[in-house]
């Protein structure tokens, strides 16, 4: 029921994988202001797919220059985004982004 949700044929953002199997945030404010999403899914190209998902930030940022997004694949079906929050990547859009992927998305 969640329009949010990537396990359905079709979403409201036109981002459904029906690959996935999960995602997990990690933040440690101790180490700085780096957060990293880990990003579960049987997708063949899922370093594409996250790329080109709402999971990228860059249609939010005001400036797609130098964006402090990383990805990595660290095992088959398993990709890290990684985000250094403030500056061009500001708190409040990587929050509304963040809340989306995880079911609470907020409408305006």
Partial sequence: MDP???FVERNIL????RQARGIAFSFDPRMGNGVTITYFSGTRDILGFLKHTLLSIGDLADSKEDLPISYRQVAPGVAEIKYE???V???DVFLVVTMSCFGHGVFF
């Avoid at 036109?14 to 994988?17: I, K, R």
Wanted: aromatic share 8%; net charge negative.
């Fill in 4 to 6: 949010f949700s990537p």
């Fill in 14 to 17: 036109g981002t459904a994988d």
């Fill in 85 to 87: 929050l403030g500056g």
């Fill in 89 to 91: 990547l500001p708190v």
